[in-house]
T-cell receptor
C-alpha cells in the first residue's frame, strides 16, 4: 500500500538554528499539506499545495517558516531560525485532489528545539 | 470560523464494552466531517468520513459515526472495544473557504482496561 514518506523521523536542534523536513506524497497525489501538532493538541494546518502552487498558507509564520514544492511532487518545510515554541510534530499529508478527497498522513517528524 | 470540540480529553473503557466519543462542530455550511485515529509513533489514519446522504456512516475497524445536524454532532461509536483500540482519536472538519485543510479537535485519549 502506498504511503506518505517523511524524513527525518526525529530532529533535535538548538534554538536559532535552521531545520528542514522532507515529505514525499503518495505517487500521483496533486494536493499536499503540512500540519503542525503540538503535544496534547490536534494538528493545525500550516500550508496547502496544489501541484507546485500554494493554495493556503494563511497559518504559516512566514517570518521564519518557508515551504516549497518545486516540481509538484515532494516538498520541503524549513524553519529558520528555530525557536523553543516550534517543538512539535510536523505532519505531511497528501490527497489525490482538492476538496473532500481523503488526506493520507505520513508518520511525522518530531522536532525538539533546545 | 469553523471549529471542532471534543469535550472528553480522556475516556477509559473496559475491553469488550461499548464506546462513544463525542464531537461537536461549528460550521456555517454543510460540513464534511472526519474521524482519525493516531496510535503512538504513528501517523493519522482515517476511520470514516461524512459528506452527505445517510447520516450513519460505517468505517474501518468496526467503528461507526452518526451525523446529527440538529445537535451539530458527529459522535463515534463502537459496540465492543479491543485492547488495540487504545489510541488518540481526532474529529475534524474541512476548513472551507476555498481551502481544504482539516480543522481538528484537540483529541480524546482512549484507555482500555483489561
Amino acid at each position: 500500500e502506498a504511503e506518505v514518506a517523511q524524513s527525518p523521523r526525529y530532529k533535535i536542534t538548538e534554538k536559532s538554528q535552521a531545520v528542514a523536513f522532507w515529505c514525499d506524497p503518495i505517487s500521483g497525489h496533486a494536493t499536499l499539506y503540512w500540519y503542525r501538532q503540538i503535544l496534547g493538541q490536534g494538528p493545525e494546518l500550516l500550508v496547502q499545495f496544489q501541484d507546485e502552487s500554494v493554495v493556503d498558507d494563511s497559518q504559516l509564520p512566514k517570518d521564519r517558516f518557508s515551504a516549497e514544492r518545486l516540481k509538484g511532487v515532494d516538498s520541503t518545510l524549513k524553519i529558520q531560525p528555530a525557536e523553543l515554541g516550534d517543538s512539535a510534530m510536523y505532519l505531511c499529508a497528501s490527497s489525490a485532489d482538492r476538496g473532500t478527497d481523503t488526506q493520507y498522513f505520513g508518520p511525522g517528524t518530531r522536532l525538539t528545539v533546545l | 470560523a469553523q471549529s471542532v470540540t471534543q469535550p472528553d480529553i480522556h475516556i477509559t473503557v473496559s475491553e469488550g464494552a461499548s464506546l462513544e466519543l463525542r464531537c461537536n462542530y461549528s460550521y456555517g455550511a454543510t460540513p464534511y466531517l472526519f474521524w482519525y485515529v493516531q496510535s503512538p509513533g504513528q501517523g493519522l489514519q482515517l476511520l470514516l468520513k461524512y459528506f452527505s446522504g445517510d447520516t450513519l456512516v460505517q468505517g474501518i475497524k468496526g467503528f461507526e459515526a452518526e451525523f446529527k445536524r440538529s445537535q451539530s454532532s458527529f459522535n463515534l461509536r463502537k459496540p465492543s472495544v479491543h485492547w488495540s483500540d487504545a489510541a488518540e482519536y481526532f474529529c475534524a472538519v474541512v476548513s472551507g473557504g476555498g481551502a481544504d485543510g482539516l480543522t481538528f479537535g484537540k483529541g480524546t485519549h482512549l484507555i482500555i482496561q483489561p
